[in-house]
């Protein structure tokens, strides 16, 4: 029997609130495993506390998957939670709906326009704004970018979508919504809204004026590891709770969301869900992409191609560790002090977290984008480091171990693809190179910052860790380099 009721499942399973009684205020573009373990189930706690009209439509831009599970089950899912302490679930009742919008925008730009939305949030990856991050604008390059800009008014990409909407809002009279970037990037909300002011100029510049004076993009930081949902998760689910859930999720009891208070048509009362409200957003990010996020590109590159598939056998294999807790250390002394915020207890954690024996987070997943992450996670960090006299040789390590993901040599594992925006341009720089060849196209690459690109100790050592791990076993190169 499919869930479809919560009448269905067992009572001490149900939200604490009748989903049915409350409007929807939220339209989350991107849904995916991440909101549904995130964002969702803190507006289903806050929405417990507080109430309000604050349900989410959830809307798949691309693949029809997330929505085909959702729709039917009438937006109810269950959330498995695992931690040290054992496993607990919790259906959500916070997602009304879920749309996809691929091939056709309308239902989302009406929902999108609709009087009762105050905010859309966003969980699309960091590829999928199209976002020139030098110039603070779009990228005009970007094909969803290119193919909205020709044709605004039927918009597939996020900037288009985000843009028509709020010119429908404009021209109906109506407040803009509050727009809510959840994703992996730097002051995420500074950069969305330069994206947008940007990419409506090039349509509209008197729409792009009132979109600049009137629109908030406040800025987050989220943080909860939560892998893509197996055939176990739905077993699991399904003991459970009694019903079929196909939209079931699994993540970890950790949960952080750092929110700029920045709602002028209002908000769930998130801060009852444990979100914490503050003026100095990027600075709990800087933490959380340099250390969580940095550490975990280093251990999925290094650790697939170790032969461990999940993060929790890297950090089972004791020289791995020790370089993830190297990386860590390293990442938290390029850091400015954080009040109340101890970054050794911080580094304790995240590695206590990466152990989960009951997360089964893939490496080849978080291996996923690098020409994106990197940047943000990695090379960010290097002119602070520098600048404190830090060693760099924990981001040298993740670098080498980046491009040799990249070259796609299979000396040590089977073949396998590289999952990356820029794939095809990587390719080129690297496949059949060796390791000073690979570097020295890297470096010319647009998306590696100049200062970065111009350190050349820097990369005479990354040259010399990836001549090793093109023709070494890696796992050899671990053991080596964590001897050190």
Same mark, same amino acid.
């Given at each position: 029997?499919?869930?479809?009721?919560?009448?269905?499942?067992?009572?001490?399973?149900?939200?604490?609130? @009748?989903?049915?009684?409350?409007?929807?205020?939220?339209?989350?573009?991107?849904?995916?495993?991440? %909101?549904?373990?995130?964002?969702?189930?803190?507006?289903?706690?806050?929405?417990?506390?507080?109430?309000?009209?604050?349900?989410?439509?959830?809307?798949?831009?691309?693949?029809p998957k997330a929505s085909d599970e959702l729709h039917p089950q009438n937006g109810l899912y269950t959330l498995i939670v695992k931690g040290a302490e054992g496993t607990s679930a919790q259906v959500?009742?916070?997602?009304?709906? &879920?749309?996809? *919008?691929? $091939?056709?925008?309308?239902?989302?730009?009406?929902?999108?326009?609709?009087?009762?939305?105050?905010?859309?949030?966003?969980?699309?990856?960091?590829?999928?704004?199209?976002?020139?991050?030098?110039?603070?604008?779009?990228?005009?390059?970007?094909?969803?970018?290119?193919? @909205?800009?020709?044709?605004?008014?039927?918009?597939?990409?996020?900037? +288009?979508?985000?843009?028509?909407?709020?010119?429908?809002?404009?021209?109906?009279?109506?407040?803009?919504?509050?727009?809510?970037?959840?994703?992996?990037?730097?002051?995420?909300?500074?950069?969305?809204?330069?994206?947008?002011?940007?990419?409506?100029?090039?349509?509209?510049?008197?729409?792009?004026?009132?979109?600049?004076?009137?629109?908030?993009?406040?800025?987050? /930081?989220?943080?909860?590891?939560?892998?893509?949902?197996?055939?176990?998760?739905?077993?699991?689910?399904?003991?459970?709770?009694?019903?079929?859930?196909?939209?079931?999720?699994?993540?970890?009891?950790?949960?952080?969301?750092?929110?700029?208070?920045?709602?002028?048509? +209002?908000?769930?009362?998130?801060?009852?869900?444990?979100?914490?409200?503050?003026?100095?957003?990027?600075?709990?990010?800087?933490?959380?992409?340099?250390?969580?996020?940095?550490?975990?590109?280093?251990?999925?590159?290094?650790?697939? %191609?170790?032969?461990?598939t999940y993060v929790r056998d890297v950090m089972a294999n004791p020289p791995l560790a020790k370089l993830v807790r190297r990386h860590l250390a390293t990442a938290a002394a390029t850091l400015p002090?954080?009040?109340?915020?101890?970054? $050794?207890?911080?580094?304790?954690?995240?590695? *206590?977290?990466?152990?989960?024996?009951?997360?089964?987070?893939?490496?080849?997943?978080?291996?996923?984008? +690098?020409?994106?992450? /990197?940047?943000?996670?990695?090379?960010?960090?290097?002119?602070?480091?520098?600048?404190? $006299?830090?060693?760099?040789?924990?981001?040298?390590?993740?670098?080498? &171990?980046?491009?040799?993901?990249?070259?796609?040599?299979?000396?040590?594992?089977?073949?396998?693809?590289?999952?990356?925006?820029?794939?095809?341009?990587?390719?080129?720089?690297?496949?059949?190179?060796?390791?000073?060849?690979?570097?020295?196209?890297?470096? $010319?690459?647009?998306?590696?910052?100049? &200062?970065?690109?111009?350190?050349?100790?820097?990369?005479?050592?990354?040259?010399?860790?990836?001549?090793?791990?093109?023709?070494?076993? /890696?796992? @050899?190169?671990?053991?080596?380099?964590?001897?050190?």
């Amino acid at each position: 029997m499919r869930l479809t009721s919560l009448t269905q499942v067992p009572e001490a399973l149900r939200p604490g609130y @009748d989903p049915q009684a409350h409007g929807v205020g939220i339209v989350h573009l991107g849904l995916g495993a991440f %909101h549904k373990a995130h964002q969702a189930a803190l507006t289903d706690l806050a929405m417990t506390a507080e109430g309000g009209d604050w349900r989410i439509l959830g809307v798949s831009l691309r693949s029809p998957k997330a929505s085909d599970e959702l729709h039917p089950q009438n937006g109810l899912y269950t959330l498995i939670v695992k931690g040290a302490e054992g496993t607990s679930a919790q259906v959500i009742g916070s997602v009304a709906d &879920a749309i996809c *919008s691929a $091939g056709n925008p309308e239902p989302a730009l009406a929902a999108m326009a609709a009087e009762g939305t105050k905010i859309v949030s966003l969980t699309v990856t960091e590829k999928a704004y199209g976002l020139d991050r030098a110039a603070q604008g779009c990228d005009v390059a970007h094909p969803a970018v290119a193919a @909205d800009l020709a044709s605004p008014q039927a918009p597939q990409g996020v900037l +288009g979508l985000l843009t028509e909407a709020l010119r429908r809002r404009r021209d109906a009279g109506l407040a803009p919504f509050t727009v809510l970037c959840c994703d992996n990037l730097p002051e995420n909300g500074v950069l969305l809204r330069g994206a947008v002011v940007d990419f409506a100029r090039r349509i509209d510049p008197d729409l792009s004026e009132w979109i600049a004076l009137n629109v908030a993009f406040p800025s987050t /930081m989220v943080d909860r590891i939560t892998p893509a949902a197996t055939a176990s998760t739905l077993a699991e689910a399904a003991e459970l709770t009694g019903c079929e859930d196909l939209a079931a999720i699994e993540t970890e009891s950790f949960c952080q969301w750092v929110i700029e208070d920045n709602f002028p048509q +209002g908000r769930p009362a998130w801060e009852a869900a444990g979100a914490i409200f503050t003026d100095n957003v990027a600075a709990f990010e800087a933490m959380k992409l340099r250390m969580l996020n940095g550490s975990h590109s280093m251990l999925a590159y290094a650790g697939f %191609h170790a032969g461990c598939t999940y993060v929790r056998d890297v950090m089972a294999n004791p020289p791995l560790a020790k370089l993830v807790r190297r990386h860590l250390a390293t990442a938290a002394a390029t850091l400015p002090p954080i009040s109340g915020i101890d970054t $050794g207890a911080y580094s304790d954690a995240l590695a *206590s977290r990466f152990e989960n024996p009951a997360i089964a987070h893939e490496t080849f997943q978080i291996a996923m984008d +690098g020409s994106e992450k /990197m940047p943000q996670r990695i090379f960010s960090a290097v002119a602070d480091a520098r600048a404190k $006299g830090v060693d760099c040789r924990a981001f040298t390590f993740a670098t080498a &171990a980046w491009l040799r993901h990249v070259s796609g040599a299979t000396h040590d594992c089977d073949a396998y693809e590289l999952r990356d925006p820029r794939a095809s341009e990587l390719q080129a720089m690297a496949a059949g190179k060796d390791a000073e060849e690979i570097v020295a196209a890297l470096r $010319g690459a647009a998306f590696v910052p100049p &200062a970065v690109s111009a350190d050349d100790a820097y990369w005479a050592e990354v040259t010399g860790l990836l001549a090793e791990m093109l023709f070494e076993p /890696m796992q @050899d190169v671990i053991a080596r380099e964590a001897a050190v």
